[in-house]
């Protein structure tokens, strides 16, 4: 095994006395292993955030393509996953939070709709770093997402945070489909959140044989394909 295998190989396992070593012995920080990725890729992933910290002291681009693909950014795959700790030492080092990758991505709205109700420490720490919390991905803001996902908590949190309430987040509320009981039931939740002035806030007046949505974490695997 070379020297890069080897650094790729310590930063995905979290093993920051091996990723020194490698250092050490002269191994190019952002060189890709024989997998194409690089160690700052995979350990922003891994959420390892002393490995991360350790690869950028030692010069690794805080806003190379990442991703089994490329089409990523380090600070996308940190959000996604919610690795705030990953997250803040990328933001520290520099890395812009707008658009981002090939794909577009926005951190801000990975890390508030990825898994079931997103990761509000992360959104906390991108939108205090200056990201705007109006930002748009794929003509949708977080809020729109979250919105259409049912996530009622990141909803009043983002809302909280200043994001601009519309109907097109009630709208995008409305989008679940009449099979699913609860899912109804969310919807209904949702739409009782005052989110656009002036809007309808009843949760009878809910929209009810509207598509499904897809997840932007899925999307983001299907697309880079």
Known sequence: M????????????????????????????????????????????????????????AGADPEQRAGEYEESTPLCLAA????????GALLD????????????????????TAGNEGYPETVDLLLDHGADVNAVMKRKTALDWAAGFGQIPMVRHLLSRGATPSAKALTNACEHTDRDPECRQTTGRIAAVPLGAGATTGAEQVVRHLPE?????TEVKNQAQ
């Open 2 to 57: 070379d020297v890069a295998d080897q650094l790729v190989r310590s930063a995905d396992a979290g093993d920051v006395i091996s990723v020194a070593r490698q250092l050490e012995l002269g191994a190019a920080v952002d060189v890709p292993g024989t997998g194409g990725r690089t160690a700052l890729d995979v350990a922003a992933g891994r959420g390892h955030a002393d490995v991360v910290r350790l690869l950028i002291a």
């Open 80 to 87: 996604i996953r919610g690795h705030t700790a990953v997250v």
């Open 93 to 112: 080092a520099g890395a812009r939070t707008g658009a981002q990758g090939r794909m577009g991505w926005v951190p801000l709205v990975l890390a508030a």
């Open 213 to 217: 949505q897809d997840d932007p974490e």
